[in-house]
């Protein structure tokens, strides 16, 4: 479970990589937990029950401080939800906003 730690670390880091709050920064932000998701439905043989689990525990787990900086940001491009990575996207931005 060491990955997850390694992901939070780097969610709490990214909004200090730009000096302005762009709908980019927000790509920074959710990129640690959407890659472990991926890696997950990876190792699972691609069931997106993996990514989606590791997505909904990424929220569960999400500091307040992370969901106040999110709500900071643009959301931007989510994508239009017609890739893997742009659904899950989707679900962890909406979770961390909500």
């Known amino acids: 479970m060491w990955p997850r730690p390694a992901a939070a670390a ?9 000096a302005l709050a762009t709908p980019h ?8 937990a959407l890659y472990l998701a991926l890696a997950r439905e990876a190792a699972a043989g691609g069931d997106p029950a993996a990514g989606e689990a590791e997505v909904r525990w990424a929220i569960e787990h999400a500091p307040p401080g992370l969901r106040e900086i999110v ?4 959301a931007g491009d989510l994508g239009d939800g ?8 989707r679900l962890l931005d909406e979770g961390l906003r909500g």
């Open 10 to 18: 780097a969610a709490a880091g990214a909004p200090y990589i730009h």
């Open 25 to 32: 920064q927000v790509k920074h932000i959710h990129g640690p």
């Open 71 to 74: 709500r900071r940001f643009p």
């Open 82 to 89: 017609r890739t893997r990575q742009s659904r899950l996207r």
